[in-house]
């Protein structure tokens, strides 16, 4: 892609509005811009990682077996009465009457919907178990939409939901859909530390979140620093039973839940922080198929009703995560695996023919190679030009000028480190290709 006929919106000062530092670099990369309170407009640079993003949750969401739909965002109102959730939503639910009057509202998340088409389609034991899992934009009317996007009105999720015969098998699913998890934030960079979320009374601790650690977090964690040692973030081959198990013992809980008095951990291995919930994962029984009706017949011929989870992770939120834990104060450091595009190419002359044509035969070989490139072609200055690849954050950047252009070389920067190293024009092909 050419910078001079693209779309990004950069803003050189920094936002008032923006109150935490993914928001601001969000504002000022221009990957985003606010509609109104909490809606926001997602701009070419943002809306690349925001699928990028997308991309990985599937694509681990599909290797643990669970299968794509895709719901609409707005649901009709009498789903919820069956539920008896319509009422107890409260003021976050969105409601919206269509010309006929009748109660629809846009989808703050799914279970409803999904428990409704399971029982119309599934009748028997032998179809379990199954997880349907779809990406879709949610609206919740939060009292106090901040934070950017991380704490939105309208904002994307993945969520899931599994239906099984039994609650062996319930849990079975639950830790598919745990592991997925990690592996997910493991191959985003992150790591996501799993929190005890009570699930009430059935099936105790078969709730957790999934905390990114980031001073800018919402919720304070208390944890066992044992779970570090761990090193979530590389966890992306299959995991063992004790692996599991060993993770799903350690003790890791939010604020309002964490009892010092009878903490199982002791005081010098008790660790605190602030995290950002980026993902949920909730066992819950037959709470929606008995309010709903959801039956399968079992092998024995008689009916009952099936054992459901729920699983959500916060695709768009995640966008503003990364940042908060990939950044300096030039800007984003986009990993890799997420990055809008690998490599970001600075002519630094473009006044100067030979440079430039020695930058356009470089972006159009790269192209032939595959190497995903954004050319900084604008007759701009060499320092703007600088700040802005910067500002944006692709892992590597190759700076092209006359000086380097005579003795052969480019110069190829990490993002994330800052080094610097002079390349002939195959060897930095070879490197980024
Ligand atoms: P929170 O406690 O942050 O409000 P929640 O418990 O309401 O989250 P869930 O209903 O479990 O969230 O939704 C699944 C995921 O969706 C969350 O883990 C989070 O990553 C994301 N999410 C929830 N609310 C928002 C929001 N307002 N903006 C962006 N992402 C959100
Ligand atoms: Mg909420």
């Known amino acids: 892609m050419r910078l001079s006929k693209y779309f990004i919106p950069t803003i050189k000062e920094n936002p008032s509005e923006a109150q935490i530092v993914s928001h601001r670099l969000m504002l000022r990369a221009g990957m985003i811009r606010q509609s109104s309170a909490g809606i ?77 088409l399971f029982k119309n389609a599934v009748k028997s034991y032998k179809d379990l178990p199954l997880s349907l899992y779809h990406i879709q934009w949610k609206f919740r009317d939060e009292v106090r939409p901040r934070f950017g996007i991380m704490r939105g009105r309208e904002f994307l999720m993945k969520d899931n939901y599994s239906f099984d015969l039994n609650f062996e098998s319930a849990k079975a699913s639950y830790n ?14 992150l790591v996501a530390i799993p929190v005890r979320a009570d699930a009430g009374a059935i ?16 919720s304070t964690l ?4 044992a779970i570090e040692s761990f090193d979530l973030s590389s966890l992306i081959g299959d995991i063992d039973e004790q692996t599991l198990a ?7 809980m939010e604020e309002e839940k964490h009892d010092a008095d009878n903490c199982p951990v002791a005081p010098a291995d008790l660790k605190t922080a602030k995290g950002i919930e980026v993902g949920h994962i909730f066992y819950f029984g037959t709470k929606y198929s008995e309010a709903m009706g959801a039956k399968v017949t079992g092998p024995d011929g008689k009916e009952v009703f099936v054992e459901m989870g729920s699983y959500g992770i916060g695709v768009s939120r995640l966008v503003g995560a990364l940042i ?25 002359r473009f006044k ?7 930058c356009d035969d470089l972006y159009q ?5 595959n190497i995903d490139v954004l050319y900084d072609d604008r007759d701009a200055g060499a320092g703007s030009k600088f700040a802005d690849m910067d500002l944006i954050g692709l892992p590597w950047q190759v700076v092209v000028g006359p000086k380097g252009l005579e003795k052969g070389v480019y110069e190829l920067k990490n993002r994330r480190s800052g080094e610097r190293v002079e390349l002939s024009r195959a060897e930095l092909l070879d490197k980024l290709g």
């Open 40 to 116: 926001y407009i997602w701009l070419p640079m943002g809306l690349l990682v925001l699928n990028k993003i997308a991309q990985i949750v599937r694509e681990e969401q599909n290797r643990a077996g669970a299968i794509e739909v895709l719901m609409p965002t707005i649901q009709p109102a009498e789903l919820w009465q069956q539920s008896g959730r319509y009422d107890a939503y409260g003021k976050e639910m969105l409601r919206i009457t269509d010309r006929h009057d009748r109660e629809m509202l846009y989808g703050p998340t799914n279970e409803e919907m999904i428990t409704d």
């Open 365 to 369: 070989e790269m192209q032939k190679l």
């Open 246 to 252: 060993k993770l799903q013992s350690f003790y890791a």
């Open 176 to 189: 598919v859909m745990y592991v997925a998890y990690l592996r997910t934030f493991a191959r985003l960079g």
């Open 324 to 348: 908060e834990a990939n950044h300096d104060e030039n800007g984003i450091i986009w990993p890799e695996a997420v990055a809008p595009y690998k490599v970001g190419l600075i002519n630094l």
């Open 222 to 225: 208390y944890y066992d620093k």
């Open 352 to 358: 100067d023919e030979s440079c430039t044509a020695a």
């Open 203 to 218: 099936g105790g601790d078969l709730s957790h979140e999934f905390q990114i650690l980031a001073d800018t977090g919402e």
